[in-house]
């Protein structure tokens, strides 16, 4: 698993991909940071709901060629058969993707430290919200993953993550007013919703326990999903 | 070393490979020769357990590849038909992580590395980017990597595509030179490869096996005649009349005329009569001298050729 982590973990920046990503990253967070500060608030989870929203187009980005790109060119090939089997293989890509984006999240740090040495923002609910949003994350990593492994096209990838996680976002919004048991369904998918709490300071186990099994069965669902084309195809 | 019964894979009717079995001897070099699309890569890509197979097993040094892959996947070094490689590496960094995924030890991945790379001539281009070495280097590169973790088995899809003539030489005797420490099979559609390494030859059409032999065994065993290159000096008809009397010969007919009253003669006579010593004999009794003489031993091109249409005619 530790070969393929490290492998992926260095091509994200042998490409250009993690340099781009972090500093669009980098740049939105600072924007909201700036907000921040001219509006002399120091409520942090106004930044960290506005930074989720940006994950939407980040995460696809960052997992589009996870997969697909083995794929195309033949690499996949290497990997099944060499003697690591493939929930290593996918689960140290994952891993792979993730670090990427803790290492994304940790320059944004910063700024609750600005804030923590200017004013007196309450800590509880900037750490919550950060374990929200990393699982939140965590979560988009995982679908990201599931969709780059539909496809050889990286851009298809792109897409249908990108499309996947908007709709999970209006979800929150059209789920209640459906109601009965489509809003129940929905409402599985409502990855936006669960981080309210989290935002809050507030650390319940239930959302904890959804974002971990949401990243779990996606994970698991890829690697399915891998395993079914092989015996399909020639 | 490798065992392969029954094995068949279908795609809903169509059947791509259609009940094969053969063994491959520890050792060996066996030859997987079939035209474009006779089910090479598939069975090769089943016995590498990159696709299952629809029924059938393989065993590579006894074990099954679906039930213990990963001790099947360690003993074999896979070239697919396509090099794997990663474009964005180097040479050695993408050596470096074959090595990882077979679990070579960190102790032995320097020197195996060095070792691979200086006998597939890599050394001098170790610190370049795979994606702006030549298709040569890049098809070492994928050899290089199939060598990683020195598996007992090679398997190399049509290692040899793509190249040029002096290219081919080159890998042609690296494989042969493997062949001493490993057991291989090598696929291909050009025959003379195949000859010029293998000991052994499958020959596979339509997902079937049509011969299997040496490649010396199946130029004697097919045809009922031997035919004969025969260059002499001297009039064409009379020579055709002294030749026609000859005991054993069935044919002869006046191939191409080399200079004045100077003309290749094909012969074709029974298998079981040497015919060149009385055509001597006769000829020198005539007084025509006989320029040239050579036998012209079926290729493997013409068996392979025969097989494959005679095949066509059954189905």
Redesign the interface.
Known sequence: M???F??EFK?YF??ATAYVMMGMFVLVSSILFYINLVSQTADFSFNLNYMSIILIIIIPILTMKILADERK?????????????LTNIVVGKYLAALSVFLIMTAITFIYPIILAVLGEPAMSEIIGGYIGFILLGASFLAFGLFASSLTESQIIAAIVSVVGLVLMWLLQGIAPALGGVTAKVLNWFSLFSRTEDFYAGILSLAPIVYYLSFSAIFVFITIRIIEKR????? | MIEIQNLTKSYGQIKAVDDISFTVEKGEVLGFLGPNGAGKSTTMNIITGFIPSTEGTVKVNGFDIMESPAEVKRRIGYLPELPPLYMDMTVSEYLSFAADLKNVSKRQKKSQMADIMELVKLTDVRGRLIKNLSKGYKQRVGLAQALMGSPEVLILDEPTVGLDPKQIIEIRKLIKALGKQHTIILSSHILPEVSAVCERVVIINKGKIAAVDTPENLSKGMGTVSKLSATIAGPKSSIIGFIQGIYGIKYVEPHLEKDKDVVEYIIESDKEIDVRRPLFFAMAKAGYPIIELKSLDLTLEDIFLQITTQEKEVI
């Open positions: 530790f070969s393929i490290k492998k091509s042998t490409s060119s033949g690499t996949e090939v290497m990997l099944i058969t060499s003697p690591t089997s092989r015996w399909s195809k020639g």
